[in-house]
């Protein structure tokens, strides 16, 4: 199979998982539970992955999976085989309230690399595709980061762990980039934030997620000519494409300065106010 087939049976796949939300939505009848504790889960999480790992099983029978709720270890150090790393629903909490920022998130890696990225929001009628060295579109058509060159003009996605303990840390981030930065915002899908990026609504994005909720964005921000890296080195040995620790993806002009801001913030050396 082409990667322009498999493009295309990816955003097929990420549109009936789209529909099956959009259902669950309109007839509210999706229970919900709490995952460790603080992290919500509904049956519709759960329904949409089942979805398109039996989609993915059928067309990809050797490929392995990761995926949040039925595959959540799958074998993401498993060097150079391919790789298909699913968020069903990005934007839980958004999708249990009622708010739109609301994706289904399939990336497939091939050699440790993402190949194919598909972003999906069916409440905003988008849906973000990449293809490595070939481009990103939004429905189709191409799109591209903004040209923001300094801080005091760029807008900033973010967002917080459930884990309410490991928030306080990220307020020093928050206030430096509140105080140097045009705003913030936090709508709630990771996979939508570094979507935005890529088409030039947000200038940067930060956070630190699971492999899940950016693999498919990365590679659509990296192909709309944003940068896409890491605050910190990633270590030795770990794919740099899954590992969603402290990442930093901005429009290109835009990142050395941001990097160093954040940088500076968690070490304590920016005072506020
Ligand atoms: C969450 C969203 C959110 C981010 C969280 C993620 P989920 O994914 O991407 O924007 O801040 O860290 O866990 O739980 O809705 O799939
Ligand atoms: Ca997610
Ligand atoms: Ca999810």
Request: charged share 25%; net charge negative; aromatic share 6%.
């Amino acid at each position: 199979m082409t990667d322009d087939e498999r493009l295309a049976l990816t955003i097929e796949i990420a549109q009936e998982a789209g529909e099956m939300i959009r259902d669950a939505r309109e007839r509210q009848t999706f229970g919900h539970r709490y995952k460790k504790g603080q992290e919500l889960v509904t049956d519709a999480d759960v329904a949409v992955d089942t979805h398109i790992s039996e989609r993915l099983a059928s067309h990809f029978p050797d490929e392995a999976r990761l995926s949040e709720e039925l595959a959540p270890t799958g074998d993401s150090q498993q060097g150079d085989a391919p790789l298909w790393v699913v968020d069903p629903i990005d934007g839980t909490v958004n999708f249990a309230h009622g708010l739109s920022h609301v994706a289904v998130s399939i990336a497939w890696l091939v050699e440790g690399r993402v190949r194919v990225g598909v972003v999906h929001a069916p409440f905003l009628g988008e849906t973000f595709t990449a293809l490595a060295g070939q481009g990103a579109w939004r429905n189709g058509m191409p799109i591209k980061a903004s040209k923001t060159s300094g801080l005091g003009h760029a807008l900033v996605g973010t967002g917080f762990p459930y884990r309410r303990d490991s928030r306080p840390p990220l307020m020093r981030r928050l206030a430096a980039v509140l105080e140097h930065c045009q705003d913030v915002r936090r709508n709630g899908s990771a996979a939508l934030d570094l979507c935005d990026v890529a088409c030039g609504r947000l200038d940067a994005y930060y956070e630190s997620v699971s492999a899940w909720d950016f693999a498919a964005g990365w590679l659509i921000a990296r192909e709309a000519g944003a940068h896409a890296g890491h605050l910190y080195p990633c270590p030795e040995g770990v794919v740099e494409d899954l590992y969603g620790e402290n990442l930093l993806v901005t429009s290109p002009g835009i990142h050395r300065e941001l990097g160093e801001l954040l940088r500076r913030a968690d070490a304590g050396e920016i005072s506020v106010g």
